[in-house]
């Protein structure tokens, strides 16, 4: 694998279940993100961690709750969910927290709540 | 803090024809811009950013952007578009004492034959 990838794809969830979102990255990077694309809306960023420390929690309802066991790999949890939190979750990484570090995005996964 | 409106929700343009997305930024002091393509089923990848210097940045692709103080613009061309360039682009900005990216909504750029 390179780059960075997410996994699943695909993500299909009723109000009332848990479940959660991978994110791996293969570039040795030490920053990671993750950010919420709604159809026609910009980017939001929710979650930042650097050297596996969260340094931003952007006003993110407590139904979401990151994890970052380590440089390389970003979780984030899910349980009851609201129909507005059906998005385009994407993870990114760079190199350092710093806005000329070019961040490198993952796929995403798909989520649609029910 | 900084923001980005890109006005084309939507553009179509022929194949081989030139293309120019429109990007305006809200900043007080000089702007860090980027400009990223997503296309379909995949994540953002960075087509060109400007920090300083030359205002005319070359980018991969094919792409070019150019930045205009007076205008608070960051437009994004290409001569020649081709049909892999079928996508949705984001314009960005970001400050130099901050990290985060704020994006604008996007334009989605269809190529017909």
């Known amino acids: 694998e390179t780059g960075v990838t997410q996994t699943p794809r695909h993500l299909v969830m009723g109000m009332t279940n848990k479940k959660s979102l991978k994110c791996e990255q293969h570039l040795g990077h030490n920053a990671m993100y993750w950010y919420k694309q709604s159809a026609k809306k910009p980017l939001e960023l929710m979650f930042v961690?650097?050297?596996?420390?969260?340094?931003e929690n952007n006003s993110v309802p407590s139904r979401f709750s990151p994890e970052c066991p380590n440089s390389s790999h970003l979780f984030l949890h899910l349980h009851t969910l609201q129909p507005e939190d059906s998005a385009l979750y994407l993870c990114a990484s760079s190199q350092y927290r710093d806005i000329s570090y070019e961040q490198y995005f993952g796929p995403g996964t798909r989520l649609t709540v029910t | 803090a900084q923001s980005v409106t890109q006005p084309d929700i939507h553009i179509t343009v022929s194949e081989g024809a030139s293309l120019e997305l429109r990007c305006n930024y809200s900043y007080g002091a000089t702007p860090y811009l980027f400009w990223y393509v997503q296309s379909p089923g995949q994540g953002l990848q960075l087509l060109l950013k400007?920090?300083?210097?030359?205002?005319l940045v070359q980018g991969i692709k094919g792409f070019e952007a150019e930045f205009k103080r007076s205008q608070s613009s960051f437009n994004l061309r290409k001569p020649s578009v081709h049909w892999s360039d079928a996508a949705e682009y984001f314009c960005a900005v970001g400050a130099s004492n901050d990290y985060k990216l704020s994006f604008g909504a996007g334009t989605t750029v269809t190529v017909r034959a």
């Open positions: 961690y650097n050297f596996k420390e969260q340094t």
């Open positions: 400007y920090f300083s210097g030359d205002t």
